[in-house]
Protein backbone atom coordinates (compact mmCIF):
# COMPACT_ATOMS: atom_id res chain seq x y z
CA UNK A 1 0.00 0.00 0.00
CA UNK A 2 2.68 2.39 0.67
CA UNK A 3 6.56 2.65 0.62
CA UNK A 4 8.96 5.52 2.55
CA UNK A 5 12.70 5.31 2.54
CA UNK A 6 14.28 6.35 5.80
CA UNK A 7 17.92 6.16 6.36
CA UNK A 8 19.21 2.64 5.62
CA UNK A 9 15.68 1.11 6.05
CA UNK A 10 12.30 0.68 4.27
CA UNK A 11 8.78 1.61 6.56
CA UNK A 12 5.90 -0.18 4.70
CA UNK A 13 2.68 -0.60 5.00
CA UNK A 14 1.11 -3.77 3.51
CA UNK A 15 -2.34 -5.27 3.46
CA UNK A 16 -2.00 -8.93 3.12
CA UNK A 17 -5.14 -11.70 2.47
CA UNK A 18 -4.29 -14.58 4.37
CA UNK A 19 -6.40 -17.77 5.90
CA UNK A 20 -4.24 -17.68 8.71
CA UNK A 21 -2.74 -14.17 9.81
CA UNK A 22 -1.60 -16.22 13.01
CA UNK A 23 1.24 -17.96 10.92
CA UNK A 24 1.80 -14.25 8.73
CA UNK A 25 2.67 -12.79 12.25
CA UNK A 26 4.99 -15.69 13.29
CA UNK A 27 6.72 -14.52 10.07
CA UNK A 28 7.46 -11.11 10.77
CA UNK A 29 8.63 -12.28 14.49
CA UNK A 30 11.08 -14.75 12.90
CA UNK A 31 12.57 -12.80 10.49
CA UNK A 32 15.54 -11.21 10.86
CA UNK A 33 15.33 -8.74 8.27
CA UNK A 34 11.91 -7.04 10.28
CA UNK A 35 13.14 -4.10 12.96
CA UNK A 36 9.92 -3.71 13.91
CA UNK A 37 6.28 -4.17 12.67
CA UNK A 38 2.54 -3.56 13.96
CA UNK A 39 -0.83 -5.46 13.00
CA UNK A 40 -2.77 -2.31 12.52
CA UNK A 41 -5.93 -4.19 11.71
CA UNK A 42 -7.05 -7.34 11.23
CA UNK A 43 -10.76 -8.88 10.03
CA UNK A 44 -11.76 -11.87 8.38
CA UNK A 45 -8.81 -13.28 6.06
CA UNK A 46 -7.28 -10.00 5.55
CA UNK A 47 -4.23 -8.14 7.34
CA UNK A 48 -3.11 -4.55 7.50
CA UNK A 49 0.26 -4.62 8.89
CA UNK A 50 3.36 -1.72 9.55
CA UNK A 51 6.83 -2.90 9.44
CA UNK A 52 10.75 -1.45 9.15
CA UNK A 53 13.29 -3.37 6.91
CA UNK A 54 16.35 -2.76 5.59
CA UNK A 55 16.23 -1.46 1.98
CA UNK A 56 16.20 -4.36 -0.30
CA UNK A 57 18.20 -4.26 -3.37
CA UNK A 58 15.03 -4.19 -5.62
CA UNK A 59 13.68 -0.73 -4.25
CA UNK A 60 17.30 0.73 -4.05
CA UNK A 61 17.61 -0.31 -8.11
CA UNK A 62 14.03 1.29 -8.33
CA UNK A 63 15.26 4.30 -6.70
CA UNK A 64 18.57 4.44 -8.21
CA UNK A 65 17.05 4.30 -11.86
CA UNK A 66 14.70 7.24 -10.64
CA UNK A 67 11.57 5.34 -10.89
CA UNK A 68 9.01 5.32 -7.71
CA UNK A 69 6.81 2.50 -7.35
CA UNK A 70 2.83 2.04 -8.16
CA UNK A 71 0.80 1.00 -5.71
CA UNK A 72 -0.61 -1.59 -5.21
CA UNK A 73 2.40 -4.33 -5.62
CA UNK A 74 0.79 -7.55 -5.23
CA UNK A 75 2.81 -10.48 -3.85
CA UNK A 76 2.13 -13.83 -5.89
CA UNK A 77 4.36 -17.38 -5.13
CA UNK A 78 7.18 -14.95 -4.06
CA UNK A 79 7.02 -12.94 -6.64
CA UNK A 80 6.04 -9.12 -6.84
CA UNK A 81 3.78 -7.96 -9.80
CA UNK A 82 3.72 -4.47 -10.15
CA UNK A 83 3.71 -2.12 -12.89
CA UNK A 84 6.05 0.99 -13.57
CA UNK A 85 5.57 3.94 -15.46
CA UNK A 86 8.69 5.55 -17.19
CA UNK A 87 10.86 6.44 -19.91
CA UNK A 88 12.54 3.94 -21.98
CA UNK A 89 16.03 5.60 -20.93
CA UNK A 90 14.44 4.92 -17.01
CA UNK A 91 13.00 1.31 -17.66
CA UNK A 92 16.80 0.28 -19.27
CA UNK A 93 18.35 1.55 -15.85
CA UNK A 94 15.92 -0.28 -13.86
CA UNK A 95 16.68 -3.13 -15.82
CA UNK A 96 20.34 -2.35 -15.23
CA UNK A 97 20.18 -2.08 -11.56
CA UNK A 98 18.09 -5.18 -11.04
CA UNK A 99 20.78 -7.00 -12.87
CA UNK A 100 23.75 -5.79 -11.27
CA UNK A 101 22.03 -6.41 -7.83
CA UNK A 102 21.31 -9.97 -9.52
CA UNK A 103 18.00 -9.59 -8.55
CA UNK A 104 15.53 -11.77 -11.05
CA UNK A 105 13.19 -10.00 -12.47
CA UNK A 106 11.19 -10.96 -15.66
CA UNK A 107 9.14 -8.17 -17.67
CA UNK A 108 5.33 -9.26 -19.08
CA UNK A 109 4.67 -6.28 -21.23
CA UNK A 110 5.78 -2.70 -21.75
CA UNK A 111 3.72 -0.27 -23.91
CA UNK A 112 4.28 3.13 -24.78
CA UNK A 113 1.83 5.58 -24.53
CA UNK A 114 1.68 9.07 -26.00
CA UNK A 115 0.69 12.66 -24.85
CA UNK A 116 -2.10 13.54 -26.85
CA UNK A 117 0.09 16.53 -27.84
CA UNK A 118 2.99 14.32 -29.28
CA UNK A 119 0.30 12.07 -31.15
CA UNK A 120 -0.03 14.05 -33.52
CA UNK A 121 2.53 16.64 -35.77
CA UNK A 122 1.46 19.99 -35.39
CA UNK A 123 -0.53 20.52 -38.28
CA UNK A 124 -2.65 17.59 -37.43
CA UNK A 125 -3.28 19.42 -33.96
CA UNK A 126 -4.21 22.58 -35.84
CA UNK A 127 -6.69 20.94 -38.05
CA UNK A 128 -8.22 19.06 -35.01
CA UNK A 129 -8.25 22.13 -32.80
CA UNK A 130 -9.68 24.13 -35.99
CA UNK A 131 -12.34 21.54 -36.62
CA UNK A 132 -13.50 21.07 -33.26
CA UNK A 133 -13.56 24.56 -32.96
CA UNK A 134 -15.62 25.40 -36.04
CA UNK A 135 -18.22 22.66 -35.18
CA UNK A 136 -17.25 20.15 -37.76
CA UNK A 137 -17.66 17.31 -35.07
CA UNK A 138 -21.06 18.45 -33.81
CA UNK A 139 -23.68 15.98 -34.40
CA UNK A 140 -24.94 18.64 -36.59
CA UNK A 141 -22.17 19.50 -38.04
CA UNK A 142 -21.76 23.80 -38.55
CA UNK A 143 -19.02 23.43 -40.44
CA UNK A 144 -17.55 21.54 -43.52
CA UNK A 145 -14.59 20.32 -44.37
CA UNK A 146 -14.51 22.93 -47.42
CA UNK A 147 -14.78 26.12 -44.43
CA UNK A 148 -11.90 24.18 -42.73
CA UNK A 149 -9.58 23.96 -46.08
CA UNK A 150 -10.14 27.57 -46.40
CA UNK A 151 -9.14 28.29 -42.72
CA UNK A 152 -6.09 26.67 -42.80
CA UNK A 153 -4.95 27.78 -46.05
CA UNK A 154 -5.04 23.77 -48.64
CA UNK A 155 -7.32 22.73 -50.99
CA UNK A 156 -10.05 20.00 -49.97
CA UNK A 157 -8.02 17.23 -51.02
CA UNK A 158 -4.63 18.33 -49.00
CA UNK A 159 -7.32 18.77 -45.72
CA UNK A 160 -9.04 15.50 -46.37
CA UNK A 161 -5.31 13.97 -46.06
CA UNK A 162 -4.75 15.75 -42.95
CA UNK A 163 -7.95 14.43 -41.57
CA UNK A 164 -7.13 10.80 -42.38
CA UNK A 165 -3.71 10.77 -40.69
CA UNK A 166 -5.17 12.57 -37.88
CA UNK A 167 -8.35 10.42 -36.74
CA UNK A 168 -6.05 7.41 -37.78
CA UNK A 169 -3.87 8.64 -35.65
CA UNK A 170 -6.44 9.46 -32.68
CA UNK A 171 -8.26 6.40 -33.31
CA UNK A 172 -5.08 3.67 -33.60
CA UNK A 173 -3.93 5.37 -30.17
CA UNK A 174 -7.02 5.05 -28.01
CA UNK A 175 -8.07 1.22 -29.59
CA UNK A 176 -4.05 0.63 -28.45
CA UNK A 177 -5.03 1.77 -25.00
CA UNK A 178 -8.89 0.28 -24.63
CA UNK A 179 -8.41 -2.35 -26.03
CA UNK A 180 -9.98 -5.85 -25.15
CA UNK A 181 -7.66 -6.39 -22.47
CA UNK A 182 -9.15 -3.09 -20.36
CA UNK A 183 -12.23 -3.68 -21.35
CA UNK A 184 -13.07 -6.63 -19.02
Known sequence: MASQPLDDHLFE?????????????????????????????????????????????????????GNLPLYPIPLHDGWFSGEIRASHQQLSAYVAELSAAGVPYQILSVTQTHDSVELLTERQWEFVTAAVEQGFYDTSRECTLSELAETLDVNVSAVSRLRHRAESRIISSFVAEAGPKNRS
Not at 13 to 31: P, Q
Not at 44 to 51: C, E, G, S, V
Not at 56 to 62: G, I, R, V
Open 13 to 65: IVEVTTSDGDKLVRHFEDAPEVRSFEVIHSHAQTILIRFTIPISETYNALLES
